[in-house]
Structure formats: structure tokens, C-alpha cells
């Protein structure tokens, strides 16, 4: 995470750590995959929906998850970035 670029007004997402941590051993479908569904927790982010599940007293760092198929991914959202974080991607495709 690079908190001293310009601050960007629209909502987007990065892995929270280096890409090949965190998707870097899965296949090309599976990382298609992971990133459709990062541009599309975007979408819902910007309008201020979350489909994940895990936010709770408990779960402090607001990391969330979100299961469809093969995949899962673990993510945070930063309202105060505009930003969705992508974590940790499992695939079993």
C-alpha cells in the first residue's frame, strides 16, 4: 500500500500487498477471476453496498469475504480512500 501518492477522488482497488503474494500462484482464469470481482466490489463499494461477510466486532480491521464458485477473496474497504483491498485470494478451480 503507498500512502504518499495524489489522493484519488474515485473509488478503485489494489491488492493489499505485492500481486504475486497474493494471487501470483494462481492460474490466469483464476486471477480473471479475482480482479472481475474486485471491479465489481468497486462498484458496490462507490455505492455504498458490501456483499462480503465478516465485518463485526470481532473482526476489528473490517476484513471481509466473499465466496462464488471456485473463488474466495478477502478484502477491506477504506471508505475514507475510495479504496478496496484486495487480501488474499483462494482459488480451488
Do not use: C, F, H
Not at 13 to 30: H, T
Not at 35 to 44: D, K, N, S
Amino acid at each position: 500500500m503507498n500512502d504518499q501518492g495524489p489522493s484519488d477522488p474515485e473509488w478503485a482497488w489494489e491488492y493489499g500487498a505485492e500481486p504475486d503474494w497474493v494471487v501470483g500462484d494462481l492460474p490466469a482464469d483464476g486471477r480473471a477471476a479475482a480482479e472481475e470481482v474486485a471491479r465489481e466490489l468497486v462498484v458496490l463499494a462507490s455505492l455504498g453496498q458490501d456483499p462480503g461477510d465478516g465485518v463485526s466486532v470481532t473482526n476489528p480491521q473490517g476484513l471481509r469475504v466473499i465466496a462464488m464458485g471456485p473463488l474466495m477473496v478477502w478484502y477491506q474497504v477504506i471508505d475514507y480512500r475510495k479504496r478496496v483491498y484486495i487480501q488474499r485470494v483462494t482459488w480451488l478451480g
